[in-house]
Structures are given as structure tokens and as C-alpha cells.
Nanobody, 115 residues
Framework: QVQLVESGGGLVQAGGSLRLSCALS????????MGWYRQGPGKQRELVAT???????NYPDSVKGRFTISRDNAENTVYLQMNSLKPEDTAVYYC?????????WGQGTQVTVSS
């Protein structure tokens, strides 16, 4: 059974940093892109970052310059380094993998940024 497991969330003060990880348990055939989404209280889920299997990255303006996505293809793991965190970054963060036969989501990890 395929499972994506996020870790690294927690409580941090504004201006601090966190590093999220998403590990794959099981096998997914032909993973292409990996990414992170988030859903804040009372908000819709939104894209945070994506990375293709060639390493091309994409970020919305809200996190550009503060967040960095990276991946370890050998371990099928994706990371999100979050710096200069703001209270508005508070959300549940989800990883997502796209593959040839579908896409997969993790269960989420809570990130809370205090002011």
C-alpha cells in the first residue's frame, strides 16, 4: 500500500525556519513531479511549491525567496525548507506526488507560526 508521510511540522516563532520532509512508503510507478500544498484555517488548499523530475521548481509569489523545495530521487523523498516564516504561513502542509498512473497525497503536517 502506498503512503506518503510528512514530518517536520511544529510551532515556530515568526522569522524562524522549519524543514518539512515527505517520505514514500511503498512503490509508485514512474513518479514525475513532487510538490507541497497548504491549507490554512478557513482557507482553500493552495499550491506552495513544485519540483519536476529534472529539478525545475515553481513557487507562488507568497513564498518565493523564502521557501525552497528539493527532492532526493533515490529515496523518493521531497523536502520543503521554509525560512523567514510568517504567521500567515500557518497551515496544514501536504505533499503530493504525480505519477504516470495518478497522483498521491500525504496526510498533512501542521505548521504554526506565532507572532
Amino acid at each position: 500500500q502506498v503512503q506518503l508521510v510528512e514530518s517536520g511540522g511544529g510551532l515556530v516563532q515568526a522569522g524562524g525556519s522549519l524543514r518539512l520532509s515527505c517520505a514514500l512508503s511503498g512503490n509508485i510507478f514512474s513518479i514525475t513531479s513532487m510538490g507541497w500544498y497548504r491549507q490554512g484555517p478557513g482557507k482553500q488548499r493552495e499550491l506552495v511549491a513544485t519540483i519536476t523530475n529534472s529539478g525545475r521548481t515553481n513557487y507562488p509569489d507568497s513564498v518565493k525567496g523564502r521557501f525552497t523545495i528539493s527532492r532526493d530521487n533515490a529515496e523518493n523523498t521531497v523536502y520543503l525548507q521554509m525560512n523567514s516564516l510568517k504567521p500567515e504561513d500557518t497551515a496544514v502542509y501536504y505533499c503530493r506526488y504525480w505519477a504516470r498512473l495518478g497522483d498521491y497525497w500525504g496526510q498533512g503536517t501542521q505548521v504554526t507560526v506565532s507572532s
